[in-house]
């Protein structure tokens, strides 16, 4: 039998499962290099943390690095039902939140190491968090695609951390009543995008997809596919991100201009942006609850230890 010990949290009711111990030794405390091997490797780590009956669509997961580089309080590994992420921002507030419960880190800086890089954090004496995100930007303005049931769509894509198409012209509602239907129409985009070859950089997979809409509480509010095609319960740190790169880019938000971003159930991350060397650093916080603190039992009997995988 294998143990998993684990610490669940959520951010803006979007929730994190960081796993801490009862993982292989790895080779590498690079994070870039351990997802490859966690992903080639030891992908019954994500399965029996993600997929179902332990886990579930919309859970994403984060491991902890035995060991981390010079300079870093932790090093992380994201994943959700789909794969391997480079990024989470809603994920790394959680990661924070989590080893502040566990006294690993205290109010102030705190330093995370991730596939696409080293993140600059602030935990606050109020335990919400800062992130200061990956330099990001947007790829290509005003795309367009054709929508199979709903015609021809627009939108930016960009990348926070992770690949987003921004569309600009969804007139229909967003809030939980109609997340059955926001859910349709962004599959059918990302469907098209993939059909019509439209990627990020190098061919990168436009693997996330944001709606916007009018907020009687904030400037926006958004609906959020992620690659699993389950929906983000908070406004998302890096499709946040990605928005505040392309207002920055066409003018709208200066340097320092507060955003509030709404979620369809009504969380809000607020976030500004920092321009170093012409990269636009995205800067987003929020609050972060710890829920659960626990050991996963993997029996060696049990068919669905490394969880239900279609």
Same mark, same amino acid.
């Given at each position: 039998?294998? %143990?998993?010990e684990?610490i669940?949290?959520?951010?803006g009711g979007?929730?994190?499962?960081?796993?801490?111990?009862g993982?292989?030794?790895?080779?590498?405390?690079?994070?870039?290099?351990?997802k490859a091997l966690?992903k080639?490797?030891h992908?019954?780590i994500?399965?029996a943390a993600?997929?179902?009956?332990?886990?579930?669509?919309?859970?994403?997961g984060a491991?902890?690095?035995?060991?981390q580089?010079a300079?870093?309080?932790a090093a992380?590994i994201?994943?959700?039902n789909a794969g391997y992420?480079?990024m %989470?921002?809603h994920?790394?507030i959680?990661?924070?939140t989590?080893?502040a419960?566990l006294?690993?880190?205290?109010?102030?800086l705190?330093?995370?190491?991730?596939?696409? !890089?080293?993140?600059?954090?602030?935990?606050h004496?109020?335990? @919400?968090v @800062?992130?200061?995100?990956?330099?990001?930007?947007?790829?290509?303005k005003?795309a @367009?695609?054709?929508v199979?049931?709903y015609g021809?769509?627009?939108g930016?894509?960009a990348?926070?951390?992770?690949?987003?198409?921004l569309?600009?012209?969804?007139s229909?509602?967003i809030?939980r009543?109609?997340?059955?239907?926001?859910?349709a129409?962004t599959?059918a985009?990302?469907?098209?995008?993939?059909?019509?070859g439209i990627?990020g950089?190098?061919?990168?997979?436009?693997?996330?997809?944001?709606v916007f809409?009018?907020?009687?509480?904030?400037?926006?509010k958004?609906?959020?596919?992620?690659?699993?095609?389950?929906?983000d319960?908070?406004? %998302?740190?890096?499709?946040?991100s990605?928005?505040?790169? %392309?207002?920055?880019?066409?003018g709208v938000?200066k340097?320092?201009d507060p955003w509030?971003?709404?979620?369809?159930? !009504?969380?809000?991350f607020?976030?500004?942006?920092e321009?170093r060397a !012409?990269?636009v650093?995205?800067?987003i916080?929020g609050?972060?609850?710890?829920t659960?603190? !626990?050991?996963?039992?993997?029996?060696d009997?049990d068919?669905?230890?490394?969880?239900?995988?279609?």
């Amino acid at each position: 039998m294998n %143990c998993l010990e684990y610490i669940d949290s959520h951010t803006g009711g979007e929730p994190t499962r960081l796993i801490l111990d009862g993982l292989p030794e790895l080779s590498t405390n690079d994070p870039a290099e351990a997802k490859a091997l966690l992903k080639n490797e030891h992908d019954w780590i994500r399965g029996a943390a993600i997929l179902e009956p332990r886990g579930s669509d919309v859970l994403v997961g984060a491991i902890l690095l035995a060991e981390q580089r010079a300079g870093a309080n932790a090093a992380i590994i994201f994943f959700n039902n789909a794969g391997y992420l480079d990024m %989470c921002g809603h994920g790394t507030i959680g990661v924070v939140t989590s080893l502040a419960h566990l006294d690993l880190v205290a109010p102030g800086l705190v330093i995370i190491d991730t596939p696409p !890089g080293r993140i600059r954090t602030t935990l606050h004496e109020d335990e @919400s968090v @800062s992130l200061h995100n990956v330099p990001s930007y947007r790829y290509l303005k005003d795309a @367009s695609v054709d929508v199979a049931g709903y015609g021809r769509v627009h939108g930016d894509v960009a990348y926070g951390g992770n690949w987003f198409f921004l569309v600009h012209d969804y007139s229909g509602k967003i809030d939980r009543e109609s997340i059955d239907a926001l859910t349709a129409f962004t599959v059918a985009v990302r469907k098209a995008l993939g059909a019509a070859g439209i990627t990020g950089k190098d061919g990168a997979e436009v693997d996330h997809i944001e709606v916007f809409g009018p907020s009687t509480v904030a400037d926006s509010k958004n609906f959020v596919l992620c690659p699993g095609l389950a929906y983000d319960r908070s406004p %998302c740190g890096t499709g946040t991100s990605a928005k505040l790169a %392309c207002l920055y880019e066409d003018g709208v938000l200066k340097e320092g201009d507060p955003w509030h971003q709404e979620s369809v159930i !009504g969380s809000i991350f607020s976030g500004t942006v920092e321009v170093r060397a !012409g990269l636009v650093i995205p800067v987003i916080r929020g609050r972060a609850w710890v829920t659960a603190h !626990g050991r996963m039992l993997l029996y060696d009997t049990d068919p669905f230890r490394y969880g239900i995988r279609s």
